[in-house]
């Protein structure tokens, strides 16, 4: 017989507003088998939870019923509170009355029904809940960091730090990131370069650090702590450890014109190349796509002749290399949208409007024109720029309905950069609102208006075009009662949407983890578990998870370095045990699976196995399935396939779903178990 | 011979008479059958959707309406504006399974509002340029500013028209007349259509900017392919010119006249002696500017 | 008739699903209060018997919602429990249950609003077409009276 | 005839199997199955076109497994069976002599399921077109309709389980409708448990089934219960491209997926 507590939380107004909780006790109370049943304030507080231990002991509690916000939310803190009063924490259950319930209906009597239902179904759960031991697994103590730029960087080092090993996999040939290819930074304005590449170096000589470039994760099996990952490391085309960084393959390539990534564009690289003259590793690669010795059939081949070293390799093959880790840290960042986005700034085919990254590199040291701003078509000094912020963000009719957080910042430093090499050009700022919330932010802006003198102008342009030699930028200002400003500009700097990087959707896809409409990776909580993913032993850092300013990124990525450093500080972790498990029962039968192993193939984690069983003599009776615990994820996939139901699954079992569908709407089915 | 359901709309029966003219002509070269769909009424362009949703639907949904009764799936709508107006009807109507009974018992009619409208580009696109090419006799000397205006390609959500600030459609049509298309900034800039009558100086302002983007890229003429921008762009030049240094005077054809004119048809079966800005056959002897004032062209160059 | 209240029961992954109902609270976005959820840890788990169930015990509608193709939790229940919808919807449309009352739906983690839309949708379509009394009734007669509930079709 | 006397003689003889199912004719005419285990009993063996039972259904009858290697001869259907329960990892090559006769007359000897695979796919019987009739006449009833039909013939089901007894495809040690924690499928033969019980037999049998008919021929009530199969083996085949008992490895459309399977009911 089953003796079931059933406690219902108000969680203050959240649910009691709109449920009435004291019926809803009222009404467990007569469910057979239920031993007690009450209401309380706040269930999660601690005279809540001391309410249920009490009550555990007193009443000599089987199971235990809370009816209160989403077990995605609370379940761990009232199992832990059930344990604590010795009863196993498999044997709580939640009923979901907040999310499901009193947040989604209005306060009426069929909101109560509601409520009163959940409970019923999760009482005839409980009773068929099984004491379980949670599983125990060993833990690899490496990390994967995804991605080498500031997020990556600072959670790479964080772990190496706290003394556990680190794998890092940059796609492209240079860590840095998007970093490194900003000027100046807000709200300081020093030099981005100036503090980043030292934490590049660190990276690169750490010895708990082991880096791969011009790398790519090309699959991730296992689970927390026993995670297998399979990295493509790209054909390098040269042997980087005989190759010394001289840089004569550099000079001596004849492919020229290849747009510069790390220009945004804006310059133009060679075949055989370094992204930038801080890169780490400080050695080229050959890009195969734009090589006249791979698209032509081994012409060329110009660089192994002036090698000295003879590090160049053509023959280099893409290898797939295998590690085993204990927890990931993606931070593959994020991109920005291009001005072909904009049909109404002149689908990207005015050389003059750009991208707010591109102007970052007009605006370096190390850029393309060393720092001056001159404009891409003609190489002139703009006299008159405008800035455009949110451009595509905050736009629901180009699909991007949020704020893409850093571009009213970086606008600001953009104009006061511009007058500051440009003393007397005019700049102008469209904008929407100002959003500044930071240590320092506000004033930064303000800085930027009142005394770099840059023009705000509050509102919107609808269109930019070109005539006799300018760009006709035509807007709007809301403050001036909506009247319409032409500004006949020398340059565009649109300050486009952060979005996504491609390919991210087909990443989530491979690491199994969640993410948004607009392939943003989604974190587990939006509030309380910001860097963690719904996938255990995954975490996320910086502008992959949404756009976000360095400090942000820097944080979010310490974050999860301590995340995972905690995830390493014990040998052993447990998981839940709620796996599936083929029956097994006395001879003759030993089993009622007949081996068929229709459900091998349904297993995504290669968890079912072939079992004989034998005889005393050794002779095989049967062979039957056998699912192996350290693999089985709990999908249950092959519980529902098995036609004798021979399978079946810890936590989700056939009597508990059987009990909770038939409670429903259905008062006769009920009994006491 | 194709037969096609056809809304010609009051601009055609009135100011625009020579749209309607050229439109028959071309189409008759072409043996299709534009049927006009019997006792249509006026499809509430402009006022009625600021006032009355109801009635704004309405309106337009009799003639769906009747032309689903008169055994059509789809019909050709010339006028933009009757074009923005039918097309509303039609997607409300149909996301919308209570308001298609309303409208049903406001009208009396039983229908399923399963009749598309369409433009006269979409009906050139799908059924003449396939066969244009071939039917060319006398390939048009021009440098072609194509002027859509507002409702053609707007709004983007109702019209489903890719590139809707820069639109290519008339371009590709008059290519293959033998004409080069303009490349220039105010192809869907504002005539002022709405303030045609009661505001004549505004929309002066409004053409004359249109106008100055296109002759100082080096236009020859326009092409337009809706009776409101060919009536303020030809109609109103006269409130134009007061706005320009140099007065302007390349005329404003209807995107069916070009074709008429290619095809060798009569300057008077396109109704061509009907425009305010008058046209000459001798505009395409004419050599077209090479060099353009616009920057566009020396940006691409570079 | 008029105060008919649909009776929905809704089977979701715990992934997907059951998170984009929490996040349709956590935006605070109202729907019809007629759905009671039941938790699996993916679709995968869903037995088709379950459905018959639910039939069973009185219910007006189902609703079977998991994670969107390529974003299962566990790579493939979605696509496994795909292939037995549309198996065993064949069966049910062949035997002539009322399948309408089946609304089968891939609900993500960050679609609280498509949640509940789909319960509106779903409420809203079962209270047009009433209580489902073809199968709950069978359980309610018992041995030998079939005729009656012919008899009680035609009358 | 005789050849297949001949044919089961020297199986026997030659120890290739110690026991050998066949068909037998009484003399009032009645097809049976035959278990023969000495060589001289094989004239008792027959064959013609009356030969429909599945004998497919007694390999796996734990006193045939005594007998070791065993001899069979099987018709088209069988033959579909033994391959589809090959698949299941319910039988094995070398404890199965099986022999059939083509369509030519001529006796067939299989020394393995690749050939009984060649074989079954180069003789594939085509679907009963009276089945197939049957199907379409029932989808174009309306649902009501369908509904009151299928009524109609289950309510009369007795669940004398002749259809799980006469299945080869039925060999769980423990079927699912006896299992009573939970109680899955009502026990009284009453509708909803009959309906239960042949919705599951369906779903089970959807994709495995080899449409030899038997468990509509074995139905006391005479309900045609193999066009439920039936139908839910041309929705495998045409959503899937799958087909049972063709195949001598595991083919099963429930237990694979293609990313890109189409459907058009969910949302």
């Known amino acids: ?673 | 011979m194709i037969k096609i359901a056809y809304f010609p709309g009051c601009s055609l029966e009135g100011s625009s008479k020579e749209y309607n003219e050229s439109l028959l002509a071309v189409s008759k070269e072409f043996e299709i059958q534009l049927e006009e769909v019997h006792d249509w009424n006026c499809c509430g362009a402009t006022a009625a959707h600021n006032l009355n949703k109801v009635l704004s639907i309405s309106l337009p949904a009799r003639t769906l309406a009747l032309a689903e009764k008169q055994g059509f799936s789809e019909i050709l709508v010339p006028c933009a504006a009757c074009y923005s107006r039918l097309l509303t009807a039609y997607n409300e109507l149909n996301k919308d399974a209570a308001l298609l009974e309303k409208v049903k018992e406001i009208l009396e009619i039983d229908f399923s509002a399963k009749v598309k409208p369409f433009t006269v580009i979409d009906f050139i696109q799908k059924h003449i340029q396939p066969k244009l090419k071939e039917k060319v006799k006398k390939p048009l000397n021009a440098k072609i500013a194509c002027y859509y205006g507002c409702l053609l390609v707007r709004p983007p959500k109702l019209v489903e028209v890719e590139r809707y600030e820069d639109p290519l459609m008339m371009e590709s049509i008059v290519k293959e007349l033998g004409a080069t298309p303009l490349d220039w900034a105010f192809k869907t800039e504002c005539c002022g259509a709405g303030l045609s009558v009661s505001r004549t100086s505004t929309v002066g302002k409004l053409c004359s900017k249109i106008l100055d983007d296109a002759l100082s890229r080096g236009a020859t003429m326009f092409a337009v392919a809706c009776p409101m921008c060919q009536s303020n762009l030809d109609m109103r030049r006269r409130n134009a010119n007061v706005f320009l240094n140099e007065k302007a005077d390349a005329p404003v054809l209807f995107i069916t006249q070009l074709i008429g004119l290619a095809l060798g048809l009569d300057k008077k079966e396109l109704g061509l002696q009907r425009h305010f800005v008058p046209f000459n056959l001798e505009i395409f002897d004419k050599p077209i500017p090479k060099e353009t004032l616009g920057k566009s062209k020396k940006v691409e160059e570079v | 008739m008029s105060n008919f209240e649909p009776k929905i029961i809704a089977f979701v992954c715990n992934w997907c699903t059951y998170a984009g109902a929490d996040l349709a609270g956590t935006s605070r976005i109202k729907y019809a209060p007629n759905v009671r959820i039941v938790r699996f840890p993916c679709t995968g788990r869903i037995d088709f018997m379950l459905l018959l169930k639910a039939l069973q015990t009185g219910a007006d509608g189902i609703i079977v919602s998991g994670c969107h193709p390529a974003d299962c939790h566990y790579t493939a229940g979605n696509y496994h429990a795909r292939r037995r919808w549309i198996i065993f919807k064949s069966l049910l449309d062949f035997v002539g249950f009322d399948t309408g009352r089946i609304t089968f739906s891939w609900v993500s983690a960050a679609e609280g609003a498509k949640w509940a839309q789909i319960v509106n949708e779903t409420v809203d379509k079962i209270r047009d077409l009433g209580p489902y009394t073809d199968y709950s009734n069978l359980n309610k007669l018992g041995v030998g009276t079939i005729t009656e509930v012919l008899n009680a079709r035609t009358a | 005839m005789q050849e297949l006397h001949n044919k089961i003689k020297s199986i026997l003889e030659n120890g290739s199997a110690s026991l050998f199912i066949a068909y037998q004719k009484s003399r009032e005419g009645k097809i049976t199955p035959t278990f023969i285990t000495k060589p001289e009993q094989s004239q008792k063996a027959y064959f013609g076109d009356d030969c429909k039972q599945n004998l497919a259904v007694y390999i796996h009858k734990q006193e045939v497994k005594n007998f070791g290697k065993v001899g069979i001869f099987a018709n088209i259907y069988t033959l579909k069976s033994l391959l589809q329960i090959y698949a299941e990892n319910q039988i094995r090559d070398d404890y199965l002599k099986v022999v059939t006769i083509n369509p030519n007359g001529a006796i067939v000897e299989f020394a393995n399921f690749m050939e009984i695979e060649n074989y079954v796919n180069e003789n594939k019987p085509a679907p009963n077109p009276e089945d197939m009739e049957r199907v379409e006449k029932l989808s174009n009833l309306s649902r009501e309709e369908r509904w009151d039909y299928w009524l109609n013939e289950l309510s009369t089901c007795i669940k004398c389980y002749a259809c799980r007894a006469a299945c080869p495809m039925c060999y769980c040690t423990k079927c699912t409708v006896d299992c009573n924690q939970p109680q899955w499928i009502s026990t009284p033969s009453h509708s909803l448990g009959n309906i239960e019980w042949h919705i599951m037999r369906a779903m089970h049998l959807a994709g495995r089934c080899v449409e030899c008919n038997e468990c509509a021929r074995v139905c006391p009530m005479d309900i045609p219960l193999n066009l439920l199969t039936v139908k839910l083996n041309d929705t495998a085949n045409i959503e899937f491209g799958q087909q049972a008992g063709l195949k001598g490895e595991l083919d099963y459309a429930l237990s694979t997926f293609k990313v890109d399977d189409k459907e058009n009911f969910i949302r």
């Open chain 1, 1 to 673: 017989m089953s003796r079931i507590g059933v406690f219902i939380c108000h969680c203050g107004e959240n649910i009691g507003g709109t449920v009435d909780c004291e019926k809803v006790a009222e009404t467990a109370a007569k469910y057979p088998g239920v031993a007690y049943s009450v209401d309380y304030k706040y269930m999660c507080s601690d005279p809540g939870q001391n309410m249920i231990k009490d009550a555990i002991k007193e009443h000599k509690l089987t199971g235990v019923v809370v009816a209160a916000c989403s077990p995605r939310m609370h379940e761990p803190t009232f199992r832990k509170a059930v344990s604590e009063a010795g009863i196993n924490p498999f044997l709580c259950e939640m009923a979901n009355l907040r999310e499901h319930c009193s947040w989604v209906h209005l306060k009426d009597d069929s909101t109560t029904e509601k409520a009163e239902e959940l409970v019923k179904v999760l009482v005839e759960k409980v009773k068929r809940n099984q004491p379980l031991e949670p599983i125990k697994v060993p833990v690899t103590k490496t990390a994967l960091v995804l991605g080498g730029g500031i997020a990556g960087i600072q959670a790479a080092l964080d772990i190496a730090n706290s003394g556990h090993k680190v794998i890092m996999i940059e796609k492209s040939p240079s860590i840095g990131g998007h970093m490194s290819q900003l000027s100046e930074t807000f709200p300081t304005l020093d030099c981005s370069q100036c503090i980043l590449t030292p934490r590049m170096v660190e990276v690169a000589q750490h010895p708990n650090i082991t880096l791969y470039t011009y790398a790519e994760l090309v699959g991730l099996d296992g689970f927390i702590g026993n995670f297998q990952a399979s990295i493509k490391l790209k054909a390098k085309s040269i042997d980087h450890d005989i190759c010394n960084g001289c840089g004569d393959c550099i000079a001596k390539c004849p492919i020229k014109k290849i747009p510069d990534e790390f220009n945004a564009g804006l310059g133009t690289r060679t075949a055989v190349y370094v992204p930038f003259p801080q890169a780490v590793p400080n050695k080229p690669v050959i890009d195969r796509e734009n090589c006249t010795y791979f698209t032509r059939d081994g012409k060329c081949g110009l660089c192994a002749k002036v090698c000295t070293k003879g590090a160049i390799d053509y023959s280099q093959k893409d290898e797939i290399i295998t590690i085993d880790v204990g927890a990931v840290v993606v931070a593959t960042g994020f991109d920005i949208k291009g001005t072909d986005f904009f049909p109404e700034y002149g689908y990207g085919r005015y050389k003059d409007v750009i991208t707010g990254l591109q102007f970052e590199r007009l605006a370096s040291a190390s850029g393309p024109t060393l720092g001056e701003i001159k404009r891409p078509s003609d190489g002139k000094v703009p006299q008159n720029i405008v800035f455009i912020a949110c451009a595509g963000s905050r736009d629901p009719a180009k699909g991007i309905e949020y704020c893409s957080k850093i571009c009213c910042m970086y606008t600001a430093k953009h104009a006061m950069l511009y007058k500051h090499k440009v003393h007397q050009g005019k700049a102008s700022v469209f904008y929407m609102d100002i959003r500044a919330g930071g240590k320092m932010y506000e004033e930064f802006v303000r800085r930027a208006i009142e005394e770099d003198d840059v023009n705000y102008i509050r509102g919107r342009v609808s269109r930019i075009y070109e005539k006799n030699g300018k760009l006709i930028v035509k807007g709007v200002d809301t403050l001036l009662d909506a009247y319409p400003v032409e500004i006949e500009a020398d340059m565009v700097v649109l300050a486009t949407a952060g979005i996504a990087n491609e390919g991210s959707e087909e990443l989530a896809q491979s690491l199994h983890i969640s993410y948004d409409q607009h392939n943003f990776f989604a974190e587990a909580h939006p509030k309380l578990k910001p860097v963690e993913t719904n996938t255990a032993g995954i975490m996320l850092a910086g502008a992959c998870q949404s756009p976000k300013d360095i400090p942000d990124s820097v944080s979010q990525a310490s974050g999860a370095a301590v995340k995972v450093a905690a995830l390493f500080s014990k040998d052993e972790l447990t998981r839940d045990p709620l796996i599936a498990y083929v029956n097994r029962c006395g001879p003759p039968t030993y089993s009622t699976c007949v081996g068929c192993f229709l459900c091998v193939s349904v297993c995504p984690y290669l968890a079912i196995e072939k079992e004989q069983i034998k005889d005393r003599n050794g002779n095989l009776i049967k062979e039957v399935a056998k699912i192996n615990p350290g693999l089985c994820q709990g999908c249950g996939t092959c519980v529902a396939l098995c036609r004798s139901k021979s399978i079946d699954i810890y936590g989700y079992s056939h009597s508990q779903v059987f009990a909770e569908v038939m409670a429903l709407f259905n008062e006769r089915s009920l009994e006491n178990v």
